[in-house]
């Protein structure tokens, strides 16, 4: 989560958006997968991130917690931001 923040402040919100927003949603129920998903608002991934994504320490590792926790690390890069997320046991 720390790099994904950070990430954020980094890069989605240039300009020093005041409007920048994160969003962060962890669900686990009783007897049901837990859920993780991380959002902002700010201007997105590039469009060559996949090609860099073995480069990138960052996408390494959440790549790695997302091994660790037996699951796949999804992404959807929208306009308006990003989202990672991925369930886990």
């Given at each position: 989560m ?9 890069y ?70 990003v ?7």
């Amino acid at each position: 989560m720390n790099e994904l923040v950070s990430n954020s402040f980094k890069y989605a919100f240039p300009d020093d958006d005041s409007n920048g927003k994160i969003y962060i949603h962890l669900r686990k129920m009783v007897g049901q997968e837990g859920f993780f998903e991380y959002t902002d608002n700010g201007i997105g991934l590039p469009e060559d991130t996949e090609e860099r994504a073995n480069s990138s320490m960052g996408i390494r590792l959440m790549n790695r917690l997302a091994n660790q926790l037996q699951t796949s690390l999804n992404t959807d890069k929208t306009q308006d931001g990003v989202r990672f997320w991925f369930n886990f046991k």
